[in-house]
Nanobody
Framework: QVQVAESGGGLVPPGGSLTLSCATRGIKFRYYNMAWYRQTPGKERELVAR???????SYSDSVKGRFTLTRDSAKIAVYLEMNNLKPEDSAIYYC????????????WGQGTQVTVSS
């Protein structure tokens, strides 16, 4: 059974930092693209950062230079280090595991809330 679970969200002031964790279970890591998304009410879920099966990492323009995605293959986990947070970064952050080769093998966590406010 595949499980994806985020943790690490919370309330931080503008300019602060948080690191989110995404623990996975039951996937062959080398077959999965791993990504962080975020979503606010009334908005479509937004891709924040992604690492593909070739270990290529990409970021949305809004977070580039502030966020860093890392992957630990031994722990089958990914992380999102968020620095210099802005109020517009406030959202529910979701971890996604998407199999590069199998269409229906796509899994989401429940999300973790990040609120950036003074």
């Amino acid at each position: 059974q595949v499980q994806v679970a985020e943790s690490g969200g919370g309330l931080v002031p503008p300019g602060g930092s948080l690191t989110l964790s995404c623990a996975t279970r039951g996937i062959k890591f080398r077959y999965y693209n791993m990504a962080w998304y975020r979503q606010t009410p009334g908005k479509e879920r937004e891709l924040v950062a992604r690492i593909d099966v070739n270990d290529i990492i990409s970021y949305s323009d809004s977070v580039k230079g502030r966020f860093t995605l890392t992957r630990d293959s031994a722990k089958i986990a990914v992380y999102l280090e968020m620095n210099n947070l802005k109020p517009e970064d406030s959202a529910i952050y979701y971890c996604n595991a998407d199999n590069e080769y199998v269409r229906d093998a796509n899994y989401w966590g429940q999300g973790t809330q990040v609120t950036v406010s003074s």
